[in-house]
């Protein structure tokens, strides 16, 4: 069984927590900031943070267009909180100059569950994880409001969409790196292992 080489896009954002989760799925994990570093992953994680931040950033290192590249050539990509902000095809309540990669055919709303002092932690049914619910921690987190047909809703909380599925790219509103809980992330290494 092959270990891929999954990058953490270590612009902003809980990076460490997503390295250490990664690790303990059985994947070699590493930062990449640099187009040069993400020609050498198998895959990419784009962790939570602030999503307007993490698209300056990605423009102002060189990172959008690769990142756009990669993403559109089919890299799997897992993106969490901002990571979801960043593969959605549209956004509502985004900066006019917010700029997205796209992968996933969804409309997604930024900050849906509230401010920062509106975090909250909750236990999410993810349609193909065993072992019973998923932690998730949701922080200023945004929520899908429409998707397109070849997309696949994973899992709802109060009746919002919160995690889907386009081909071999994955999105989740809230954060299961920061529950020490490690399936999210197995099931996204199970994934690019699938296309090795």
Known sequence: MT?????????QGDVREHLIALAAADAVARPVRRPDELAEVDALVIPGGESTTMSKLAVLFGMLEPLRERVKAGM?????????????????????????LGGIDMIVRRNAFGRQNESFEAKIDFAGIE???VEGVFIRAPWV?????????LATYDGHTVAVR??????????????????VHAYFVDMVRAGL
Request: one cysteine or more; charged letters at 20%; proline letters at 8%.
């Open 3 to 11: 270990n891929p080489v999954i990058g953490v896009l270590a612009l």
């Open 76 to 100: 799997p990509v897992y993106g969490t909180c901002a990571g979801m902000i960043m593969l959605a095809d549209k956004l509502l309540d985004g900066r006019e100059d917010q700029e997205t």
């Open 131 to 133: 072992g019973g619910p």
């Open 145 to 153: 409001e429409s998707v397109g047909a070849p997309v696949e809703v």
């Open 166 to 183: 386009q081909g071999n790219v994955l999105a989740t509103s809230f954060h299961p790196e920061l529950t020490g809980d490690d399936r």
